[in-house]
């Protein structure tokens, strides 16, 4: 295990400090300047709080982009025997067509039953730990145990379960599709409830009457179990051998790229092998920091927001760009190729995920773009003088100051 907290880990957003923060918040009003005016009539308060960027938008934004913002709390939740699960997919944010999120929390000892599906599955462990298991289609197979900032990767059709340790867990799973759904997964009861008896018994080579108390339906998905033993001691021996390459990754035991603003971890196929359909970067920003002006050039960007505050603005090319406020727990979203920043306008560290449906993380920095362009032609375009020449970074500082 990664020895991290969720305290480490999620910052000091609890229910608690998010509640007490708003009480000494004024009553927001749309002005700007001349523009704008009060609001005598309905107003929601707390969401305007939380969007002080949509009620009053710089005076660098235009037009209208798609919505690239919702909230977790905003979601459906399904609540059941050992936990709890809920989703964001294109249903919810309808431009977000490459990922879907979900998060899920179980309970001491509860089991995610054992399923399949047409996705990919790449995890992050947000809070306590897990073990998950995994059969390929060699009949390999795989065993591990994942704690705070742990992933876990499982290709798409192979068979896995996820069940809590003693302190229980909740994690977020990203799916390489938008519009997958976590609650129409190939879930083994299922099957065996759709099958003739007869057929399972001759399948298994014993009576009927084996299957006699098998749930029924839908009992399962989330279900309370015992905890496990670790997986040394939990492991079964499979005569193909273990998988070949771990589906775990110690994402916080990467070493960053630390620039004086904060940090970024990178993973990708390149360095945790099956994540060959999911590249991410978990991106770290101390206040007053910012992830610097950038865009990426092979897939749309899926923001999931683990910590903190952070405003972006969404440069989309025909004068438009709009900008949006993000706090623990929303997704975002940026469609390829479009420009943008993530500024942490909070008093405590930003952490965020970008995530691409590639098998590689790849970004061009503006700032190093231009620093690697003949000078004379940055001055004629954008009419800087030397000063800022001389300040263009050469190698890219994804965190800047
Ligand atoms: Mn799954
Ligand atoms: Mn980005």
Redesign the pocket.
Known sequence: MSGLSRRQFIGGSTAATVAASLTNVGVPEPERGNAGGTIPGPINNPIDRENPDLLVPPNTDAGLLPNLKYSMSDAHMHLLDGGWARQVNEQQLPIATTLTGVEMRLEPGAIRELHWHLQSEWAIMLDGRAQVTAVDDHGRNFIGDVGVGDLWMFPAGYPHSIQAFSEGCEFLLVFDAGNFNEFDTFMVTDWFNHTPPSVLAKDFGVPQSAFAKVPPESARYIFPGKVPPPASANAVRSPAGPVPQSFTHRLMAQTPITTSGGSVRIVDSSNFPPATTIAAALVEVKPGGM?EL???PNAD?WQYYIAGKGRMTVFAAEGLANTFDYQAGDVGY?PFPMG?YIENTGNETLRFL?MFRSSYYA?VSLDTWLALTPPAMVRATLNVDQGLISKLRKQEAPVVE
Request: aromatic residues 12%; charged residues 45%; hydrophobic residues 20%.
């Open positions: 992830r950038h865009w990426h960007e940026i943008h970008e970004d």
